[in-house]
């Protein structure tokens, strides 16, 4: 089984499904398109249709779409386990994990992430009420977990935010004290440092990620 995935340094939507198969050591081969403008939707289609990355290819099979993905991981090598155990836990991590998938666009345009570098950046109101509005959410899903993850056990839904702690690491983005825990345990996750320690190897720049200044 391949995941095609982009830089490791830029590319949130691929670290999602690397992240869960990565953290639950379910077998895989990664390939890497760079992100880079260049001929980027000819190389992309390679893979998919959607010209997006991250693409799994399972022999005959293509699934593309980070969440997809996620699902036909945890349906195929997981036994269910991307998704908490109780029907109603598992019906709000959807829920978020959609919300995150599909919204806090201001958070996803104005911050991209890039995890090699420490910056300042001007955000706008929008983006100001959406990091409110998303660690109000931590908080609350961290209140009735067994912790340290968002559901006690970690499931698709912290691969969902985990790029945005990562995001907010950058940006040097002040944490409600009730989500710092929840920080520590994703910086202190194994999986997700061996893909910070690639990411800080790679040394392409992709403009178009660049945001804030260096502080
Ligand atoms: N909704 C998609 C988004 C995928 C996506 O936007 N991927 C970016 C990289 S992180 C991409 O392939 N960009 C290339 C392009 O837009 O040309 C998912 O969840 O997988």
Redesign the pocket.
């Given at each position: 089984m391949k995941l095609v995935i982009?830089n490791k340094n830029?590319?949130?939507?691929?670290l999602?499904p690397w992240l869960l198969l990565s953290h639950f050591d379910v077998p895989f081969t990664e390939v890497m398109e760079s992100?880079s403008p260049q001929s980027?939707?000819t190389r992309?289609a390679q893979y998919s249709d959607?010209?997006?990355?991250?693409v799994l290819i399972n022999e005959e099979l293509n699934v593309?779409?980070?969440?997809?993905?996620c699902e036909y991981v945890s349906e195929q090598y997981l036994n269910g386990r991307g998704w908490p155990k109780d029907a109603a836990q598992r019906a709000v991590a959807r829920s978020v994990s959609a919300q995150m998938?599909s919204g806090f666009t201001a958070i996803r345009n104005e911050m991209p992430m890039n995890i090699r570098a420490k910056r300042s950046i001007e955000l706008s109101d929008d983006a100001k009420n959406e990091i409110n509005q998303m660690q109000l959410l931590w908080h609350r899903l961290l209140q009735n977990s067994d912790g340290p993850w968002l559901f006690g056990d970690f499931s698709i839904a912290d691969c969902m935010f985990i790029p945005v702690i990562l995001r907010f690491e950058t940006y040097g983005i002040t944490l409600l004290p009730s989500t710092e825990s929840y920080r520590d345990a994703v910086m202190a996750n194994v999986a997700l440092n061996s893909w910070i320690d690639a990411a800080l190897t790679e040394t392409e720049i992709i403009e178009v990620d660049e945001a804030g200044e260096n502080r």
């Open positions: 982009g830029y590319s949130t939507w691929s999602r992100l980027l939707s992309l959607s010209k997006k990355v991250p593309w779409d980070s969440l997809a993905i998938h």
